[in-house]
């Protein structure tokens, strides 16, 4: 695996070289943030450890340009590389400011811990860091147009442990959904551009997830809203839709807070539920990083998938599992590449009780007289490194689409709300 190593300091880049080397890195060297945004521009690296005080360009500052680099910019933060920072910093709240909002992997304060360093590449390496944690973590979905409530769910959660999401519309708020499976609490405003939060929570309800209550992961719903005008909106109505957790402004923080500490101990409680198979993404490739690489990519679009490391394995998961819907193999493998995989999976020896599934090529080649040979094999689709995010979803949605059936909505126009007003008591479940 690549490493770039960036220090003003000469002793520094020497010492890291000769110990990540001779545990089997490849490793780069820069002088400064400038120096390695030139090698960064030439090279695919994994991960990037920088010092943080350097001339020019800190290591802070490295790491928001490389944000900016067209080969970055367009294709999400996942293909970013990961930053590790070392600091000679000794304050420990600063400390812990720079892992908690730096965006930074890992930050190391000197003087520098090489196991627990090499453990850190390792975990890099080995995609183990991609790895999803278990059940005890809350991912919250915040839908709020104007971060108030999205500020107040921070202020209750550690988000050092805990995953909490934004989206400012309905149809924003949908597509993270969608894309997460783990979603386990929405918190969602009554007042939205493109429609209200109970129009929302109608077109979860077509949603299987959040109705089925064999899932472990089914998430609750809470309505922030208001004071309403019973008038023309009854809490009774809104109840009767299903929507039992309901908070009328102005309510006390302890309220919501109680929610998701509720949510919480739930997940914590309970075991992992049986439920049907669902379709599945198989990725196929040897190196470790790649594939968690790729399986990320399609959990985060909201497909389950089944990782193998060669063309043998895969073709046993493809005879052996009718849930597999789609393969992504990379081109070069030893023993079996990724078109003598396709050649094998399609040949008329290879018996099937159930569909053949369809198959995506990856590849880092610049050979275009291979990439067509691919085409015309029956491949999909033929990616070339580094993999387009919004191309990878379109493909994903065309060859295995997230079905959301049309509901019938209940509709609220937002003009039939009162102002705010005097305190409501809140409704909870």
């Known amino acids: 695996m690549k490493i770039l190593v960036v220090d003003d300091v000469a002793f520094n880049r020497s010492f890291l070289k000769k110990a990540l080397a001779k545990a089997g890195y490849d490793i780069y060297l820069a002088e ?16 990037i450890i920088t010092d943080y005080m350097m001339p020019s360009m800190d290591g802070v500052g490295l790491y928001e340009q490389c944000q900016n680099l067209p080969k970055y910019k367009n294709m999400g933060v996942l293909l970013l590389p990961l930053f590790i920072l070392m600091t000679a910093t000794k304050d420990a709240k600063e400390l ?30 080995t995609g183990e860091y991609l790895r999803e944690e278990e059940v005890t973590t809350l991912n919250i979905l915040v839908v709020d147009p104007f971060e ?35 979603i386990s609490l929405i918190i969602c405003e009554f007042g939205l551009a493109d429609t209200n939060g109970m129009e929302l929570f109608e077109r979860f309800k077509a949603i299987e997830r959040f109705n089925d209550e064999g899932f472990v992961s089914k998430p609750d719903f809470v309505l922030i809203t208001e004071p309403l005008d019973e008038g023309k909106v009854k809490v009774k109505d809104i109840q009767d839709s299903g929507l039992k957790d309901i908070l009328i402004k102005p309510f006390p923080v302890e309220w919501l807070e109680e929610k998701i500490v509720t949510v919480y101990k739930r ?67 030893p023993e079996m590449d ?92």
């Open 32 to 47: 400064d943030g400038i120096a390695a945004l030139a090698l960064i521009r030439q090279h695919d690296f994994p991960l």
């Open 338 to 429: 990724g078109m003598e995989l396709f050649k094998a999976a399609t040949a008329d020896d290879f018996k099937l009780s159930h569909p053949l599934p369809s198959f995506v090529l990856v590849t880092a080649s610049n050979d275009f007289q291979k990439l067509e040979q691919a085409e015309s094999l029956g491949f999909k689709e033929v990616f070339r490194k580094p993999v387009n995010s919004e191309k990878f979803k379109r493909c994903l949605n065309r060859l295995m689409p997230l079905s959301v059936p049309e509901a019938e909505v209940v509709k609220i126009d937002p003009a039939e709300l009162d102002k705010p007003g005097e305190p409501r008591t809140s409704i909870g479940s």
């Open 96 to 125: 812990k400011a720079m892992k908690q909002t730096s965006g930074f992997f890992d930050v190391f304060d000197a003087p520098l811990d090489m196991p627990e360093l090499l453990k850190k590449i390792k975990q890099v390496e």
């Open 148 to 182: 108030e409530t999205y500020k107040l769910t921070q202020s209750l959660v550690s988000s050092g442990k805990h995953q909490i999401k934004r989206a400012k519309t309905a149809e924003e708020a949908q597509d993270i959904f969608l894309a997460d499976s783990q």
């Open 267 to 333: 997940l914590s409680r309970a075991p992992k539920a049986e439920r049907p198979e669902s379709p599945k993404v198989l990725v196929v490739d040897d190196l470790g990083f790649n594939r968690a690489f790729l399986e990320k990519m399609v959990k985060r679009n909201g497909r389950e998938t089944e990782v193998v490391t060669s063309g043998a394995e895969a073709l046993t998961s493809i005879r052996n599992d009718p849930t597999i819907r789609l393969v992504i193999v990379d081109l070069m493998m």
